[in-house]
Each structure stands twice: as C-alpha cells, then as structure tokens.
C-alpha cells in the first residue's frame, strides 16, 4: 500500500522527502525529556497508576479501583508495555513517536490509495502531525486519526475488496474505537461514504451489509461508551456545559483548533484544502473525479458542517467542533488532482517546504516551552519518594501566556496537569485525575478517601491584566494553603510572592526554584487557653479558621471538668500567622471577639498559647 510507482514519482524524491519527514519528528519528540501538554500528564499518571496499581508501597488501592476501559487505550496500551523496561520519560516519548508516525504515514497511505503521483501531498500528513490536538494531550484522538486514515486507505486502494482487505478494515476499525471511539465513527461515515458511491447500484445492499459486519465490534464499543455517558449525565450537575461560539470563531478554528501555531503554519495546510475542494468540484461537475474521490468530496463538506453547527462544548466534553476539523481539511487534501510533471514539481516543493517549516517551528516552540517552564519541571527530578495525597496548585497553568486565547497555540494550559507527572516520578495520588466512568477511564476514585479537594478555577485572577483585587488574590492563596493542609506535600507554580506565603503560613520547603515549591504543612499548632468557662453549663464550643476566610477549618466540644480552672484546647494544624479562634458556651463568647464570635490572634514561634476570656453579652 506504500507502494510508490516509479511512473508516478521518483522513488529516491519520495524515499528522501518522508525519510527526512520522520526523522524531524523524531527530533521535536526526543528534544526535550518532556512536552507539556493540557491532558498528557492524565493519561500518563493513569497508565503508571495501573501498571504499578499492586506496589505495596504504593497503595494505590487505598484511592482507585482498576476499571476496564473499553475506549481511551491507544496510548495506555503502548505506554505500559514500554515502561515495564524503560524508565517512563523515554517510555513516554516512544509511545508519542509511534502515534505522530501512525498519523503521518496513516495519511500518506490514504493519498497513495487514491492517486500515487500525489504523494508530495502526504506530506502534509508530516507537517500536522504535531497539531493543536497532540498539544492539548488528546494523544488518543491523534492516534484514532491517524488509524482511520489507514483504514480509508486499506478500503479504497483496491476497487473490489478481497476479503483480507475487508478483515483488516474491521481489525484497523476496531483498534481506532479502543483508541478513541470517536474518530472511528468519523471513519466509519467516511467508509459508508465510499461504499456508497463506489458499489454499483445492484451490490450495494450487499457491501454495506458487509460493511455493518465489519464494523459490528466498533458499533457494540459505541454503544457502550454512549450508555455510560448519558448515565453519568443524569446522575447531577457537570463541570462543563455546553457552549456556543460565533461562526467567526467557528472560522478561525479552522486554523487555530487544527494545526495550529503562527498563521502562516495554522492556515498554510487549509489553504492545500481549498485547492483540493476547488479542483475536485470542477471535477465532479464534469464527471471526472472517481468514485472514492467523491466519497472523500462529501465527507470532507459534511465534517466542516459539523464544525460550523455543534457546540464548542458539550457537557461532559469539552472542544467537540473541532474534533470534526482534522476530516474535514485533510479529506480535502488528496483531492488536489497533479496530473503533469511540472505542477508535481511545485506542489512538492510547496508541500516539503511547508513540512518541514511546521516541524521546524515544533521543534523550536518545544525547547521554547521548555525553557519557559524551567522551574516546574525541574521539581520532577527532586529525589523525593511520596505515597498518599499530593496536592497541586498550578496559578500559572499557561506557562506565561498572558491569556488563555493568546496564541500561538490557543486553549492550551501546559501545566494545567503537570502535578501528575510529579505523582509519575515521585509517588502519590493527586486529586485531579480521570476517574469518572470505567467504560472511559482506566481508574475510578474510591469515595472519600481523599481530602477535599479545591477547584482549580483560581489561576485566571494571577494573570497579568486581572480585575482582581491584591486583597482577593491573597484571599485566594490563603483558602488553597488551608486546603493543602490536609494533603501530604503540595506543589506550588506561581508567582515568588505566592510561594512565601504558603512559607509564611507553616509550610516547610522541601524544594523550591523560582516558581515552583515542593512544601510539607507543618504549621503552628495553638494551645487555647479558655478562662471563666461553667462546668454545670452546656459544653464548650471550639473552632478555628484561617484569617481571612470565615470557613471553619476545624471545631470540637469540651465539658468543662471543674470551677475557676482553665480549659486547654489543642488546636491541630493551626497556620502560622493570624487566625482566628471562637470559643462560645451558652451566649458567653471570647471577650473582643466579632459579632460572630470570632477572636483573631497570631500563631508563632514562642506565642503559641492564646487566651480567651468567656463574657456575656451583658457584661
């Protein structure tokens, strides 16, 4: 199926051309020991919680239970097998290379089916392979991709399957639904596409009969996945709803949700689509293009309708539109028809050109972000070893873009995820994982096991340009501090000023650079002294809070034992700093306490016995 004709091309051309293709994406994958990336870090700490789900030390148990995911395995499925011998960095970037490669040369596959003399337009397969998707971690989708444009290539590159071709459309078929259940969908319409208008009218019942057994495994998949996540709709509210945007933005996806990167990058592989769809029209219209052309020809219009039409979001998933994108520009492609050697020539030039030029920029932007993100990914390599709860506050998910929209690659947080690679490396479980449903997801959190976990909807206020006070900022650094409290170390990326004060509230630094902290909460645990408390009298009413929250960060009842003797009340995990305390028996409260009874006073180093003198309102 590789096959290229010397008529068609000239082998050393083609040889040379994707030779060097590949091995520059081997040099934007091995670059750097990591790719930051938006949802990477999940699918990584989730395949190592599995492998590793029986080490005792671990106890890896204690929080998850194995589920047995019947889509999202593609990258699992490598990753494990590759990190039973390597160490997971290297793991990791072997299992990355096998799917950008699957991807490039699943599309070359499918331009050499339709018209081997096109070749140079497979390049392009090359040039996107590292896209907006890949950098937003959905690495199975990119995989799913890259199978089903093999798997177009398998059904069309013979004008009557034999039955060895239709065995292995349906294995190809399959092996994307494991991988990402809706790109095999998106195949799957493409395939009947081709079934359509290549089977003459009196055999097509039969060959789409075939087609519905081929693809019986991959329907059942769908449907499993489809029931488990109309179930886990009904079951309450979700995180995401669904969202619309303009049909502008709806536009600029096109280029900016697909290939993504500067525009000349972005737009340079749609403007090869739009040859395509101009030059297959004039031919349709005369009746000249082929039958799976055509199939290719619908396809692509129908995949942009629905990037035009859906939601941007649905609930339970986010960016849906621009799932459609990757059909919808390069089922275009390989319809620009270069029938004479001259127009080969320039198309080549223009396709390596542009290949190499997007893989170039890759590199560069790879080490770029690396540099940037310098200090939280040098936390990775600390030679600490952790079990049990780890929380990570990341304030600075963008990894210095001044807003999520900037480019050049919009939407993506980097280090959103990061912390799950410190879990990868170190140990631990982290609260922000992929638990939700087992026909999805390779683990499912065992219920409450964890301590409360904060949402991760604070990082938009310490971006530069903020509308939000410095006062509710440290509000905010202050509520996440407490929350860290209950967790065996937190991991900090932010601002220096955010880091002293996770110091100054009795963290204490394992490890720190610039942005980035490794810190155990150790604190200033308070003695409260309490005067004038009634032993007849109902029980005493204890509690603290950080200052300035009004949560309650822990509370208990004494009984008094005996008159005119001083109640003592251990007060665990006190911040150091101001906090406040309230002490109410009866309508007695802490003299000069606030009207909610709340007394402020500050926990330190040799002033760790606060004294609270019962009064009545009266008094």
Same mark, same amino acid.
């Given at each position: 199926?590789?096959?290229?004709?010397?008529?068609?091309?000239?082998?050393?051309?083609?040889?040379?051309?994707?030779?060097?293709?590949?091995?520059? &994406?081997?040099?934007?994958?091995?670059?750097?020991?990591?790719?930051?990336?938006?949802?990477?870090?999940?699918?990584?700490?989730?395949?190592?919680?599995?492998?590793?789900?029986?080490?005792?030390?671990?106890?890896?148990?204690?929080?998850?239970?194995?589920?047995?995911?019947?889509?999202? =395995?593609?990258?699992?499925?490598?990753?494990?097998?590759?990190?039973?011998?390597?160490?997971?960095?290297? $793991?990791? *970037?072997?299992? !990355? =290379?096998?799917?950008?490669?699957?991807?490039?040369?699943?599309?070359?596959?499918?331009?050499?089916?339709?018209?081997?003399?096109?070749?140079?337009?497979?390049? !392009?397969?090359?040039?996107?392979?590292?896209?907006?998707?890949?950098?937003?971690?959905?690495?199975?989708?990119?995989?799913?991709?890259?199978?089903?444009?093999?798997?177009?290539?398998?059904?069309?590159? *013979?004008?009557?399957?034999?039955?060895?071709?239709?065995?292995?459309?349906?294995?190809?078929?399959?092996?994307?639904?494991?991988?990402?259940?809706?790109?095999?969908?998106?195949?799957?319409?493409?395939?009947?596409?081709?079934?359509?208008?290549?089977?003459?009218?009196?055999?097509?019942?039969?060959?789409?009969?075939?087609?519905?057994?081929? +693809?019986?495994?991959?329907?059942?998949?769908?449907?499993?996945?489809?029931?488990?996540?109309?179930?886990?709709?009904?079951?309450?509210? =979700?995180?995401?709803?669904?969202?619309?945007?303009?049909?502008?933005?709806?536009?600029?996806?096109?280029?900016?949700?697909?290939?993504?990167?500067?525009?000349?990058?972005?737009?340079?592989?749609?403007?090869?689509?739009?040859?395509?769809?101009? @030059?297959?029209?004039?031919?349709?219209?005369?009746?000249?293009?082929?039958?799976?052309?055509?199939?290719?020809?619908?396809?692509?219009?129908?995949?942009?309708?629905?990037?035009?039409? =859906?939601?941007?979001?649905?609930?339970?998933?986010?960016?849906?539109?621009?799932?459609? !994108?990757?059909?919808? #520009?390069?089922?275009?492609?390989?319809?620009?028809?270069?029938?004479?050697?001259?127009?080969?020539?320039? #198309? &080549?030039?223009?396709?390596?050109?542009?290949?190499?030029?997007?893989?170039?920029?890759?590199?560069?932007?790879?080490?770029?972000? $690396?540099?940037?993100?310098?200090?939280?990914?040098?936390?990775?390599?600390?030679?600490?070893?952790?079990?049990? /709860?780890?929380?990570?506050?990341?304030?600075?998910?963008?990894?210095?873009?001044?807003?999520?929209?900037? +480019?050049?690659?919009?939407?993506?947080?980097?280090?959103?995820?990061?912390?799950?690679?410190?879990?990868?490396?170190?140990?631990?479980?982290?609260?922000?994982?992929?638990?939700?449903?087992?026909?999805?997801?390779?683990?499912?959190?065992?219920?409450?096991?964890?301590?409360?976990?904060?949402?991760?909807?604070?990082?938009?206020?310490?971006?530069?340009?903020?509308?939000?006070?410095?006062?509710?900022?440290?509000?905010?650094?202050?509520?996440?501090?407490?929350?860290?409290?209950?967790?065996? @170390?937190?991991?900090?990326?932010?601002? /220096?000023?955010?880091?002293?004060?996770?110091?100054?509230?009795?963290?204490?630094?394992?490890?720190?650079?610039?942005?980035?902290?490794?810190?155990?909460?150790?604190?200033?645990?308070?003695?409260?002294?309490?005067?004038?408390? &009634? /032993? $007849? @009298?109902?029980?005493?009413?204890?509690?603290?809070?950080?200052?300035?929250?009004?949560?309650?960060?822990?509370?208990?009842?004494?009984?008094?034992?005996?008159?005119?003797? @001083?109640?003592?009340?251990?007060?665990?995990?006190?911040?150091?700093?101001?906090?406040?305390?309230?002490?109410?028996?009866?309508?007695?409260?802490?003299?000069?306490?606030?009207?909610?009874?709340? &007394?402020?006073? *500050?926990? $330190?180093?040799?002033? *760790?016995?606060?004294?609270?003198?019962?009064?009545?309102?009266?008094?």
């Amino acid at each position: 199926m590789i096959h290229v004709d010397a008529a068609a091309s000239d082998k050393v051309l083609f040889a040379l051309a994707t030779g060097l293709a590949s091995v520059l &994406l081997l040099v934007a994958i091995w670059v750097v020991p990591v790719i930051p990336t938006n949802d990477g870090p999940q699918h990584v700490y989730a395949a190592h919680v599995s492998g590793h789900y029986d080490d005792p030390a671990a106890g890896y148990w204690n929080y998850y239970e194995l589920a047995v995911p019947v889509t999202n =395995t593609g990258f699992s499925s490598m990753f494990s097998v590759l990190e039973g011998f390597l160490p997971w960095r290297h $793991a990791l *970037r072997a299992t !990355l =290379t096998v799917i950008v490669l699957m991807w490039s040369w699943g599309f070359m596959s499918l331009v050499l089916a339709i018209d081997r003399r096109r070749w140079a337009l497979g390049l !392009l397969g090359f040039a996107t392979a590292l896209n907006w998707p890949f950098y937003m971690g959905f690495w199975n989708f990119v995989l799913a991709m890259g199978l089903g444009f093999a798997t177009l290539a398998l059904a069309i590159h *013979r004008s009557v399957p034999e039955a060895i071709d239709r065995f292995f459309v349906a294995v190809l078929l399959l092996l994307a639904a494991l991988s990402h259940v809706v790109a095999a969908v998106f195949t799957g319409a493409v395939l009947a596409l081709v079934v359509l208008f290549r089977a003459p009218p009196e055999r097509r019942a039969r060959e789409l009969g075939l087609l519905v057994v081929m +693809g019986a495994p991959t329907a059942a998949i769908v449907g499993l996945v489809a029931r488990s996540s109309t179930a886990l709709s009904a079951n309450g509210p =979700t995180p995401i709803e669904t969202l619309w945007v303009s049909f502008s933005e709806r536009l600029a996806q096109f280029g900016a949700c697909f290939a993504g990167g500067p525009a000349w990058r972005a737009w340079g592989v749609v403007a090869f689509a739009a040859l395509g769809v101009c @030059d297959a029209a004039v031919r349709v219209r005369r009746r000249e293009a082929a039958p799976h052309e055509v199939a290719l020809f619908v396809g692509a219009a129908l995949m942009t309708a629905a990037a035009l039409t =859906t939601p941007f979001h649905l609930r339970l998933w986010q960016f849906f539109s621009p799932r459609f !994108l990757p059909f919808a #520009v390069l089922g275009a492609v390989p319809l620009f028809a270069v029938d004479r050697r001259g127009p080969r020539i320039a #198309v &080549l030039a223009l396709a390596a050109s542009y290949a190499g030029s997007s893989i170039g920029w890759s590199i560069h932007y790879h080490r770029a972000l $690396a540099a940037q993100a310098a200090d939280a990914l040098a936390g990775i390599d600390q030679p600490l070893r952790r079990a049990g /709860p780890r929380l990570p506050i990341v304030l600075d998910p963008l990894a210095g873009r001044a807003a999520l929209r900037d +480019g050049p690659l919009q939407y993506t947080e980097p280090l959103r995820n990061i912390g799950n690679l410190y879990a990868t490396e170190q140990g631990g479980v982290v609260p922000y994982t992929f638990t939700a449903t087992r026909q999805i997801h390779e683990l499912v959190s065992r219920p409450n096991n964890m301590p409360p976990v904060p949402m991760r909807t604070f990082w938009g206020a310490f971006l530069p340009g903020s509308s939000v006070s410095d006062k509710e900022r440290h509000a905010m650094v202050t509520h996440l501090a407490s929350a860290g409290a209950a967790y065996g @170390d937190v991991i900090v990326i932010a601002h /220096p000023w955010v880091l002293d004060a996770f110091v100054a509230q009795g963290y204490e630094t394992d490890w720190r650079q610039g942005e980035a902290l490794i810190a155990r909460f150790r604190g200033c645990p308070l003695e409260l002294v309490v005067r004038g408390a &009634l /032993p $007849a @009298d109902q029980a005493l009413a204890v509690a603290y809070g950080w200052v300035p929250l009004f949560e309650t960060s822990w509370a208990t009842e004494v009984q008094p034992s005996s008159l005119n003797q @001083d109640v003592v009340v251990d007060l665990p995990n006190a911040p150091c700093g101001d906090v406040w305390v309230r002490a109410v028996q009866a309508a007695r409260q802490c003299r000069g306490a606030d009207h909610e009874g709340r &007394l402020v006073v *500050r926990a $330190a180093s040799g002033a *760790r016995r606060p004294e609270c003198t019962l009064t009545s309102p009266l008094d």
